[in-house]
């Protein structure tokens, strides 16, 4: 009867209020389902880049003498770094096709059994996360798509701004054409990045949607557009006390532990050191704030659901 009486529609406030004793009330669990997926990948990620760390230390504390003429560019290491970059790309790939969707998946079922008053445990989180994968990966791909087109069109505007600007050999630039195509690369910039934060917020409800619902990718994402509809300003405001709240909470953990790492780094002249302890100081800290964050966003999503659906009568016809 308790979380019938949750079910209700919450302020900002309460919101925030009911997601904090969440994240404490099932503290281990949340986090033992992120960690469950990042602590291997910040293994493998630390020991996949150990010998290129190496290699770039190495190329930094004993460069190779640079003969009269030549270019800094001629000795550097581009054959070992290059695969280490490819190898971080396709990690990065990885961990948000996969890993990430699975661990969204499995936190949005574990917070909203929770917050229904519902046994959960890690498991069997991940075993929803794990049937609805296919649909979570295919919908997060339609985001990842819209941002390349938006990040095609701003490289095609920057390079159409250099033409303008006369970066060519010989070439003397045309000030008034420069600066136009100055102005218009910062709008089409502007522009973008507002587009880009519209849709992020009509699809942040995409995978609530998909694992509590049992929606397919698409209707997912439909499903989350049509939820957030006319709540975009309210859930663009919740979004932003999120990740201020997010970025205030890593700048207070991460800050002094990269100093420490920095200042051994230079005490013993070791910059892989300094590497890996801001890379697993980083995955350290998505495992603390990521439940949070997906904790709020989940309650959003039943807040809009009891606003606009009735929700809550509904759950009480069906008990």
């Known amino acids: 009867m308790e979380s019938m009486l949750r079910l209700r529609p919450m302020s900002i406030s309460d919101m925030l209020d009911a997601a904090f004793r969440l994240y404490r009330q099932h503290f281990l669990t949340f986090i033992g389902i992120v960690a469950l997926l990042q602590v291997p990948m910040a293994m493998i990620q630390f020991v996949a880049q150990l010998p290129y760390m190496q290699a770039l230390q190495r190329f930094t504390t004993r460069p190779p003498v640079l003969a009269p003429g030549a270019s800094p560019l001629d000795i550097f290491p581009f054959a070992q770094l290059l695969p280490y970059y490819a190898l971080i790309f396709g990690l990065s790939i990885f961990q948000y096709l996969l890993v990430y969707n699975l661990m969204t998946g499995a936190l949005a079922n574990a917070i909203s059994r ?124 919740i979004l932003l006390l999120v990740y201020a709240f997010i970025y205030i909470v890593s700048l207070i953990v991460q800050l002094p532990l990269i100093i420490l790492g920095a200042f051994f780094g230079v005490l013993l002249n070791n910059s892989v050191l300094y590497q890996s302890i801001a890379s697993l100081v980083t995955y350290g800290v998505l495992i603390l704030v990521l439940p949070l964050q997906f904790t709020i966003f989940t309650l959003l999503y039943y807040d809009l659901r009891i606003r606009k659906e009735g929700y809550d009568l509904e759950l009480k016809i069906e008990h």
């Open 114 to 237: 929770s917050y229904l008053g519902q046994p959960i445990s890690i498991l069997s989180a991940y075993n929803i996360g794990l049937k609805r994968i296919t649909a979570l990966i295919i919908a997060s791909l339609t985001p990842f798509a819209i941002s390349l087109v938006f990040v095609a069109i701003i490289v095609g505007c920057a390079f159409g701004t250099f033409y303008t600007m006369g970066v060519r050999s010989g070439e003397q630039p045309n000030i008034g054409l420069a600066i136009a195509a100055v102005i218009g690369l910062v709008g089409v910039i502007f522009v973008g990045g507002i587009a880009g934060l519209f849709f992020y917020v009509r699809l942040l409800l995409t995978t609530q949607a998909i694992v509590l619902e049992g929606q397919g990718p698409w209707a997912g994402l439909a499903r989350s557009w049509r939820l957030v509809g006319q709540a975009f300003w309210r859930s663009l405001g």
